[in-house]
């Protein structure tokens, strides 16, 4: 099996795109690839975007690009190259070694309470990655746990000392923004989604939807187990846009308040269905001034845990 070559400004890099395993994801507008440097074999990630795939919408290929390029924080998983191959474009972005958060979560290993403060310490950092970005008038608006990745270069991880690298800003938008482009091309994974992005209310997705699905992650980390699970889609909708995060065995009442906090929902006392508009969008404004304000208050109220 040949290797396919591009050559960037200042290096070379290979790839098989023939070949599955080197195939790390695949969404609506990119596809991800697991490459090398052709000279030091140094792993790289390579991203495959094509114009196709935006419908020719360079506008909002071009607001991608430039986010992910002038996102420059440790935090932050690195583009170093941008190469242009018969229209399509590839952008080359550095190897973050060690697992996801997904992975620590269902690891046994860490099943005990006393990696709490583990746990507790990567949500921090991941929030303190989410404040500089939220500075630039962003958001991140698709964080999971599998978009989270414990850098190692070792089996053993630092419990201590762990370092965080956020990763995939495929969905990146500017806060609180109506753009019709942007809504076009807004995706995100229903399982952490904000109940702004899941009623479609585009203008009001901001900080708070970042705070949001940290507070669904959160909820993750300690219970071991997803804060809502997905049944009948239908059913679930309104689990994850009404009704609050319950109580766990897991999770005392210190913790409980912090995650209710990130997640306050809006409260219809009927189905959704039957509100107007304008009276829904006022109930999840009314739910957004009763999250927290900022990732800087979620952090203090996790730090004194510590």
């Known amino acids: 099996m040949q290797p ?3 050559e960037g400004q200042n290096l070379k890099y290979f790839y098989f795109p023939e070949n ?45 690009i430039e986010a992910g ?44 309470y006393k990696y709490n403060q583990f746990f507790i310490k990567i949500i921090i950092q991941c929030l303190e990655i989410l404040s500089f970005i939220h500075s630039k008038q962003l ?8 978009n989270i990745i414990i ?20 969905n990146v938008k500017k806060s609180f923004s ?10 995100y994974n229903i399982q952490y989604a904000s109940p702004e ?3 479609g209310f585009p203008e009001l997705i901001g900080e708070h939807t970042d705070i949001f699905s940290m507070g669904l992650i959160f909820f993750e980390t300690i219970a071991k187990e997803p804060a809502l699970k997905i049944g ?26 912090i995650i209710s906090k990130a997640t306050v929902k809006p409260n219809l006392e009927k189905s959704e269905k039957y509100y107007y508009e304008t009276d829904l969008k006022m109930l999840i404004i009314k739910a957004l001034s009763q999250r927290y304000q900022n990732a800087e208050d979620f952090i203090k109220d996790l730090s004194k845990l510590l």
Not at 29 to 45: C, P, T
Not at 151 to 170: A, T, V
């Open 4 to 6: 396919t070559l591009l």
């Open 20 to 64: 599955q395993g080197t195939i790390l994801s695949q969404g609506k507008f990119s596809v991800v690839y697991l490459g090398a440097e052709l000279i030091s074999k140094e792993k790289v990630i390579i991203k495959k975007l094509s114009p196709a795939l935006f419908n020719n919408e360079f506008a909002k290929m071009k607001f991608f």
């Open 69 to 112: 390029f002038n996102l420059q924080h440790e935090g932050i998983a690195k583009n170093i190259d941008l190469i242009v191959v018969n229209e399509n474009l590839f952008i080359i972005q550095e190897f973050i070694p060690g697992p996801t958060l997904k992975e620590l979560i269902y690891n046994k290993k860490y099943l005990n």
């Open 139 to 146: 958001c991140h608006c698709d964080i999971k746990p599998s």
């Open 151 to 170: 850098y190692s270069q070792y089996e053993e991880l630092d419990i201590e000392n762990p370092k965080i690298k956020l990763i995939d800003f495929g």
């Open 178 to 187: 109506n753009d019709e482009l942007e809504q076009k091309y807004q995706t």
């Open 197 to 199: 992005q899941i009623f």
């Open 232 to 257: 009948n889609p239908l059913t679930y909708r309104r689990l994850q846009t009404v009704i609050p995060i319950n109580q766990h065995y897991r999770i005392n009442d210190e913790l409980h308040y």
